[in-house]
């Protein structure tokens, strides 16, 4: 596997990993059960550049290419899922698309806090009727003289709880049906914003997921990312960048699910032998490797051809619907090798077995992926 990475990507590995089993291993089975965000953590996680891995230098970000930011994704996702989540969410649907749509003056304003960490992003494009169908959105930001009137009921948001920043898509022309829709930059702290209660979610408890909801915010002009109807393109091209992350957030969940299999299956005793020896058991380990393996290097390949500058749409949409399903195969695994204890809060793989699920539902659910997958082949060979 390493022979895909150069000796810088090795050395980011290797400090991730080192930063993440001294600060956020240790905290993550009590902010899981606590359902607490850890600023003490994430604090020294800004200042060492993970909230603007590929942000450009000048503007305060790491400068690092998409490879860098997936092995950095999976590092921290391997010591915490709902971390995991955090940084992707912020790197590639909040600092990506300004990046990568905003204004000199948009980047200029909102880039170096958001890298360093100071402030945190957040994406509200799902609705309560309007999910895998994003065209379906209601929420509407009319132009009135020099603000947007935006009403929204945003649900369902990662970071939302302690966003500073959320990118909302509104219907800023509601007559004019998907090409109405637009990106409007809303701000903590605007008249009319208001966050609501936690979900009490099944997995990835550590980040405050929350609806965020606007009753007639009154949101500048300026604030408006790209042009108006670009809504539903900005979307696509941000989320094929997102499907990157949370490939390799689900590749770090079953990273993790894996090693603590590996460690138990040593040492647990049954038969008079460990159960590691047993065939039925080093079945189920050999089939998880192979599928963190397989899951990784499709990871990778969407990353390398980002770099390059080459299409992987269609590429990331295969690493997140793989990645996504063998991290449920594999935890339930390693509650199954973890016998009745896997099934208990004292052990880590009942955590992961919890937040690898829902890796197949957002960010495009694993229907939606096999849908574009399906659409690509079919254009490539008619």
């Known amino acids: ?132 169908d994003a065209s379906a959105i209601e929420a509407t930001a009319i132009r009135k003289n020099d603000c947007y009137i935006t009403n929204a009921n945003k649900v369902f948001v990662s970071n939302g709880g302690v966003a500073d920043l959320c990118l909302i898509f509104a219907r800023t022309d509601p007559g004019a049906g998907r090409k109405g829709i637009s990106v409007i930059v809303a701000e903590r702290g605007t008249r009319g914003y208001s966050v609501g209660e936690p979900e009490d979610l099944s997995g990835m408890r550590a980040n405050p997921v929350c609806s965020i909801r606007l009753y007639d915010c009154r949101i500048p002009l300026e604030n408006l990312l790209g042009k108006e109807g670009a809504g539903l393109q900005i979307a696509l091209e941000t989320l094929d960048t997102g499907r990157l992350g949370i490939a390799a957030q689900a590749t770090g969940i079953s990273q993790a699910a894996l090693e603590a299999s590996f460690r138990y299956a040593r040492e647990r005793q049954q038969f008079g032998t460990s159960i590691g020896s047993h065939q039925a058991v080093q079945g189920m380990l050999a089939d998880m490797a192979t599928m963190v393996d397989a899951a990784r290097l499709l990871v990778y390949r969407a990353a390398i051809l980002r770099d390059e500058g080459k299409p992987f749409s269609r590429e990331a949409a295969m690493a997140k619907l793989y990645a996504s399903e063998i991290s449920t195969a594999v935890t339930d695994r390693a509650v199954q090798i973890h016998g009745g204890y896997g099934y208990s809060k004292a052990y880590a793989v009942e955590r992961y077995y919890r937040d690898a699920r829902v890796t197949r539902i957002y960010e495009g659910t694993s229907e939606i992926h096999r849908m574009v997958i399906a659409k690509g082949i079919l254009e490539e060979y008619p």
């Not at 604090?43 to 690092?64: R, S």
């Not at 170096?112 to 960490?117: D, E, K, M, N, W």
Request: aromatic share 6%; hydrophobic share 40%; with cysteine.
């Open 1 to 132: 596997m390493n022979t895909l990475l150069s000796e810088k990507h090795r050395a980011i590995r290797k400090a991730v990993r080192s930063f993440c089993d001294r600060e956020l291993t240790p905290i993550a089975a009590a902010i899981d059960q606590e359902a607490r965000f850890p600023w003490e953590a994430i604090e020294i996680m800004g200042k060492l550049g993970y909230f603007g891995i590929q942000a450009p230098t000048e503007l305060g970000g790491a400068g690092l290419d998409s490879l860098s930011y997936v092995v950095a994704v999976e590092e921290v996702s391997r010591s915490s899922g709902a971390i995991g989540l955090t940084i992707t969410v912020h790197n590639s649907v909040a600092v990506h698309p300004i990046l990568s749509f905003g204004t000199e003056d948009q980047k200029n304003r909102w880039i170096p806090p958001l890298a360093r960490g100071e402030k945190i992003g957040a994406f509200c494009l799902t609705e309560p009727n309007a999910g895998s």
